[in-house]
């Protein structure tokens, strides 16, 4: 994409547009040399700080707990074990119930009697400092029982198989299904698999994987009275409130919320951790401030993971290719609890596996599977990268088995511009594009018609590097969400977004957002919106954001939803700012209001050159309220909540191409193109981070990130020596561009792009790595695409099977095949 | 994480650093770049009772030459290395192969005489120290100093022949001239990773002909490996591909490499053969 301002939406004599302006982002000075408000920098006087004990085993019962000669190491103030907070910690909330039948074990903050995975707390030491702390977590005594551990979901949901939870029936949390015929947006499945020529079927595994946000969880919980404030390095200050304050029995009223500057998250700070719940609990106690951050060792072993699903995909053609139907079987790790959406992200998903393809039958089933092992949730992207990986692998099988052209497949089947907005199998409505327009340009960043010609040199050559080119059409639903369609969805919030304004009497303006950033700019963005919106400085706007005492209402930020939802609600109460600066302009300017003409921040007098009032001016004149209309507050402040009446669906072309070395079966990007419409673009320079950002992250799943555990569920990938993820070293160019069709639901235009890359990128690399070696008899390779995997699915065919020795893989052996796949030996 | 408590001694000299060592009790640590040590301190896998920190103490620190040998100081860093003009003149293994470790970073402290002293087989040092046939020269109690060639010196895994109250301060290593080609050939799936296998060949030619050929296994035992019969395959054979191939095919014999989430023994096996083949090659320029 090319960064630059475009001088053509500046018009004479007023400010240049900020939107559309590749500003720099104003927070990043702060925030790269951390010289700000991060949980841990924050000090309270009298502090006291935790450290957990965790299970180093995967299932069992406590048998023996013994804290007391812990409570005699130096500056130990309490050592607390689950008997201390069984009667008050609750459950941590899970506020998506897929199914009215979906079971919810209930999740400790603290083990009580059982241990359901590895790291789960067992018991707390606060002591006077940190390393005191930490010291006298290796005082505790404690012996285990082990209970047969659950690791494998094929194996965990055959009848007869040991369970994680002895009070539950079976290891399924819940079975959900999304039929088209039954819900009137498609035909009959099973009629259209059994008219169809061609039927192809594969199964697909979504490895395990950690969010790995670069500021590590960290709580603090200050006590006045009986009134808390928790500081927490999360995404979601204000879920966070209600939930904590419904778990511990803190009235909400005397619970405040500050996420302060918060180092990413990637959706794994979209939870309810345990460690905050104890945190308070602790504070309650003590009657005295309390710290919690963890280790990186803590993140990686405790805080949730990621995507983990098997897929069973189907797909239904004619001899043409022209698609008759889709099939998805899911079984979803859900870990040894449901957290706080826990079973929703697989379900979220099913909306998304029917792609950009027209087709005229669809049906979805996903089990929810407890295993023994941490809670999946959230992860960049959140149901839609599964879905997205799936449909574009499968679209590549299918075109191999019609040898097709995987691109005429695609464009066989795909939504034409004109078709815009579009209703789908699933139901959803998709809003603009143009998918062909989209993939034209891509085809033309990455060179595509020379690399496909070396890829034949290559192959006829015998080279052992050969070439592939992977293709991924992608399409995902952002802007979550219109509240209806959630509640319609057994979700148990709103989607809506809230926004005020301040107008502070020297001019400069206070925005106060419920979409609290974690790294994504919004102070940048949001100011160049207002800037626009109300004609005043881009450096006289300042956002206020993540404390809930000083931004009230909120829904926080995730599913690429901030601008989408939470910048409309800017816009809309700048709106109200102007209507009501307009009522005390036309006072002062002695004309009517419909004479008024608003334009770079000043109120003029149509028709009267000269006459004119600042909006600045107004915010001094009504502070001061000497001279204003009768019947009206002495305020141009406003707020606004904005609920979208429908989610924003970016889309996109990413193409890949690939060289893999046979000898050795390394994978190296040659190069890296895609084209994305999100719509209309606030701050190109803030895309193209969220851009790269987003597709290191979908290729790191593709080539290096996964979390093992061994057969007794400990986490083997437990620090980044061994849970690899890429530098910049290790990363193509990105040659990225844009199509812009603007979303038509909300007055931005904007489709949201927080999640694009990462949802897209994978596939494009898998389908890539296979292109490359499909000729010598390769259909498959697991994720991620270590050098041993494809080697050995070069030369011993399968699909590159487990990483660690056999039996002691999480996913049992069970591999892919031609005809679908083999259960395990 | 949080190390356990420790004692901490930072000498300047090294008579002062064999005296703290000595008065350091049961478990004395010596703290050099601090690169492998400190993480796993950080992570309880070691506590030791006293740290003995060498950063101050200069005299360790730097290349020198001395006749046919190049002389480093256990404490000269591996960005000292990467910009050494000796070691650029003399040493181009040693460069080629400290280039790869890890990142910038890391190489800004950890230094080359204790990535050779922790003894990592997956360490990219260790290996190219045993294919230069390298001397160890090691300070005892009382400064008494010995020397042990790289062949004794590396004896198990995060093994070698300092014993406790034993120092390395200094590695010699022959200058290797314009005759010689070398390459370091790693192989790992990110840049900053350790490797999986790797191989130092240093080749020198006459003509057409290899009269002399030196390979190091990186991480295809417990310990370094010298590639024994491909050298004796490449000496006095004429400069080919097909020469090279066949040499090279010998590379994993008698190796016992370990399982790991990046490779199972036979695929490091094969890595070894492979990268082998590519780095005498490039070495003897192919």
């Known amino acids: ?825 | 994480m949080i190390p356990a408590a420790f004692a901490y001694v930072r000498p300047s000299t090294v008579e002062e650093a064999l005296q703290a060592i000595a008065a350091g009790g049961e478990d004395v640590k010596i703290l050099a770049g601090g690169q492998s040590l400190i993480p796993v301190m950080r992570l309880r896998l070691a506590a030791p009772e006293t740290i003995v920190d060498l950063t101050k103490v200069s005299e360790l620190r730097g290349v020198r030459e001395d006749g046919d040998s190049l002389v480093i100081g256990a404490m000269t860093t591996h960005h000292d290395i990467c910009t050494d003009p000796l070691i650029a003149q003399y040493g181009k293994l040693i460069a080629e192969a400290t280039e790869t470790v890890a990142d910038p970073a890391v190489r800004h402290r950890g230094t080359f005489g204790g990535a050779l002293a922790h003894a990592d087989p997956a360490g990219d040092l260790p290996a190219v120290a045993l294919a230069l046939d390298a001397e160890f020269v090691i300070a005892g109690a009382g400064g008494a100093r010995r020397t042990v060639g790289a062949a004794d010196f590396f004896v198990d895994y995060l093994t070698t022949a300092i014993e406790d109250g034993e120092l390395l301060v200094e590695i010699r290593v022959p200058k290797l001239g314009s005759d010689w080609g070398v390459r370091y050939e790693k192989f790992n799936r990110v840049a900053q990773a350790w490797s999986i296998v790797a191989v130092a060949a240093a080749v020198r030619r006459e003509g057409s002909r290899i009269t002399e050929a030196r390979i190091g296994l990186t991480n295809m035992g417990s310990t370094p490996i010298r590639a024994r019969a491909v050298e004796a395959a490449l000496v006095g054979a004429d400069v080919s591909m097909e020469t090279v191939t066949g040499a090279a095919a010998q590379a994993a014999e008698g190796t016992e490499p370990s399982s790991d989430l990046n490779a199972q023994a036979d695929y490091r096996q094969h890595l070894a053969r492979v990268l082998t083949r590519r780095a005498v090659t490039a070495a003897a320029g192919l």
Request: net charge negative.
């Open chain 1, 1 to 825: 994409m090319t960064v630059t301002e475009d001088p053509s939406t500046a018009t004479a004599g007023a400010p240049a547009k900020e939107v559309g302006s590749a500003r720099l982002r104003k927070e990043d000075a702060r925030l790269i040399t951390g010289k700000t408000t991060w949980t841990d920098n924050m000090v309270l006087p009298g502090m006291v700080y935790m450290s957990v004990l965790r299970s180093p085993v995967a299932h069992a019962t406590i048998t023996h707990l013994d804290v007391s000669a812990a409570k005699d190491r130096p500056n130990v103030v309490a050592v607390y074990t689950g008997a201390d907070f069984k009667d008050e910690q609750g459950s941590i909330p899970c506020a998506w119930p897929v199914t009215p039948d979906m079971v919810n074990p209930g999740h400790p903050s603290i083990a009580v009697d059982t241990v359901n995975h590895v790291g789960e707390a067992v018991a707390i030491v606060v002591a006077r400092s940190r390393t005191a702390a930490v010291d006298a977590v290796e005082a505790i005594d404690v012996d285990y029982e082990n209970i047969p551990v659950v690791l494998d979901m094929e194996e965990a949901t055959k009848d007869g198989a040991p369970l994680v939870h002895a009070h539950t029936e079976s290891n399924t949390s819940y079975h959900f299904v999304f039929d088209a015929g039954e819900a009137g947006t498609g035909g009959d499945t099973d009629a259209a698999f059994d008219a169809a020529d061609v039927v192809v079927s594969r199964r697909f595994v979504q490895q395990r994987l950690i969010p790995a946000f670069m500021e590590p969880r960290s709580v603090v919980v200050g006590v006045s009275g009986d009134n808390y404030t928790l500081w927490s390095a999360t995404q979601i200050p204000h879920i966070l409130r209600v939930m904590a304050a419904l778990t511990t029995g803190i009235p909400e009223h005397k619970l405040r919320v500050i996420a302060p500057d918060v180092g990413g998250g990637f959706g794994g700070k979209l939870q309810v951790n345990p460690e905050e719940i104890l945190a308070l609990l602790i504070a309650r106690r003590l009657g005295k401030p309390v710290k919690w951050t963890e280790t990186r060792s803590e993140s990686l072993m405790t805080a949730h993971h990621g995507r983990d699903q098997i897929q069973y995909i189907d797909v239904a053609a004619d001899r043409e290719g022209n698609v008759k139907g889709l099939r998805v079987r899911l079984l979803a790790d859900m870990g040894a609890y449901l957290r706080l959406i826990t079973p929703g992200v697989p379900a979220l998903g099913a909306f998304m596996f029917p792609g950009i393809y027209k087709f005229p039958a669809y049906r979805f089933e996903c089990d929810g599977v407890f295993t023994n092992k941490v809670p999946t949730d959230a992860y960049r992207g959140a149901g839609r990268p599964e879905a997205t990986f799936a449909i574009e692998r499968i679209m590549d099988e299918l075109a191999v088995e019609l040898s097709m052209d995987p691109m005429e497949l695609r464009r066989k089947n795909w939504i034409n511009a004109e078709e815009f907005p579009f209703t789908t199998v699933a139901g959803l409505s998709y809003d603009s594009g143009d998918n062909e327009q989209a993939t034209q340009a891509a085809l033309e960043l990455l060179g595509y018609d020379e690399l496909r010609a070396e890829q034949k040199q290559r192959r006829e050559s015998g080279d052992p590097v050969q070439l592939g080119i992977g293709i991924s059409t992608f399409t995902e639903m952002c802007g979550l969400a219109p509240s209806r369609v959630l509640g319609s969805l057994a979700f148990g919030a709103g989607g809506w977004e809230q926004a005020s304004i301040r107008m502070l009497p020297t001019g400069k303006v206070e925005v106060v957002t419920g979409s609290t950033p974690h790294g994504q700019g919004h102070e940048t963005a949001w100011s160049q919106i207002v800037a626009d919106q109300l004609g005043v400085p881009f450096d006289d706007v300042e956002v206020l954001h993540g404390d809930t005492a000083i931004s009230s209402r909120g829904l926080d930020t995730y599913g690429s939803r901030s601008l989408v939802v939470g910048g409309t609600a800017v816009v809309k109460a700048s709106e109200k700012v102007v209507a009501k600066a307009r009522t005390i302009a036309a006072h002062l300017l002695e004309a009517s209001e419909d004479d008024l003409e608003f334009s770079g921040g000043k109120f003029s007098v149509k028709g009267t050159p000269g006459a004119g009032l600042g909006i600045q001016e107004i915010a001094l004149a009504i502070f001061a309220a000497h001279d204003y209309p009768e019947g009206i507050e002495p305020s141009i402040d406003a707020e606004a909540a904005f609920d979208p009446t429908n989610f924003s669906f970016p889309h996109g072309t990413h193409l890949c191409a690939m060289e893999v070395d046979t000898d050795t079966g390394f994978v190296k990007i040659r190069k890296y193109a895609c084209v994305d419409d999100i719509g209309n673009i606030v701050n190109p320079i803030i895309v193209e981070g969220q851009m790269h950002g987003g597709l290191a992250q979908g290729i790191s799943q593709a080539l290096y990130e996964e979390a093992i555990y061994d057969a007794d569920g400990n986490l083997t990938t437990g620090t980044f020596v061994d849970y690899l993820l890429p530098s910049a070293m290790d990363l193509p160019h990105f040659d990225t561009g844009n199509t812009t069709h603007a979303a038509p639901d909300n007055p931005l235009g904007a489709k949201g792009v927080g999640e694009a890359g990462c949802i897209a990128s994978t596939p494009a690399v898998v389908n890539a790595a296979l292109d490359a070696v499909r000729h010598l008899g390769v259909s498959d390779i697991r994720m991620p695409l270590t050098p041993e995997r494809v080697w050995r699915a070069i030369h011993q065919g399968g699909d590159g099977g487990d990483r660690v020795a056999e039996g002691s893989n999480a996913y049992g052996g069970a591999r892919t095949t031609e005809s679908g796949y083999e259960e395990a030996k």
